[in-house]
C-alpha cells in the first residue's frame, strides 16, 4: 500500500513565502514523476509544477520565477517552495506521484490529502 503523506502550508501575507512537503511510503518499486497540483473554490485542479525521475521540471506559467520543485529521491519526498506569494495563489494544494509498487506490482498516480494555502493581500 502506498501512501502520500503532506505538510505545510498555511496562512501568509502577499510577498510572503511557504514550504510544501510531500513524502511518500509503502511499497515503492520506483517514482517516476512527482508534482504539485492547486484547486480554488469553484475552479478546477489544475498543474503547479512537476520534476521527473531525471530531475527535469516544468511549470505553469504563473508560477515561474517565483516557485520552485525539488525532489530528494532517496526520502520520495518532493518540495515546493513558494516565494512571492499572491492572493491569487490561495488553493488547495495536492501532491502527486507516478508510482510502481511491489506489493501488487501496479503503476498509477497517487494523491496526497491536500495542504490549503491562503495568502491574505
Known amino acids: 500500500q502506498v501512501q502520500l503523506v503532506e505538510s505545510g502550508g498555511g496562512l501568509v501575507q502577499a510577498g510572503g513565502s511557504l514550504r510544501l512537503s510531500c513524502a511518500a511510503s509503502g511499497s515503492i518499486f520506483s517514482i517516476r514523476a512527482m508534482g504539485w497540483y492547486r484547486q480554488a473554490p469553484g475552479a478546477q485542479r489544475e498543474l503547479v509544477a512537476v520534476i521527473k525521475s531525471g530531475s527535469s521540471t516544468n511549470y505553469a506559467d504563473s508560477v515561474k520565477g517565483r516557485f520552485t520543485i525539488s525532489r530528494d529521491s532517496p526520502k520520495n519526498t518532493v518540495y515546493l517552495q513558494m516565494n512571492s506569494l499572491k492572493p491569487e495563489d490561495t488553493a488547495v494544494y495536492y501532491c502527486?506521484?507516478?508510482?510502481?509498487?511491489?506489493?501488487?506490482?501496479?503503476?498509477?498516480?497517487?494523491w496526497g490529502q491536500g495542504s490549503q494555502v491562503t495568502v491574505s493581500s
Open positions: 502527486n506521484a507516478d508510482i510502481t509498487s511491489f506489493t501488487p506490482i501496479v503503476y498509477r498516480a497517487y
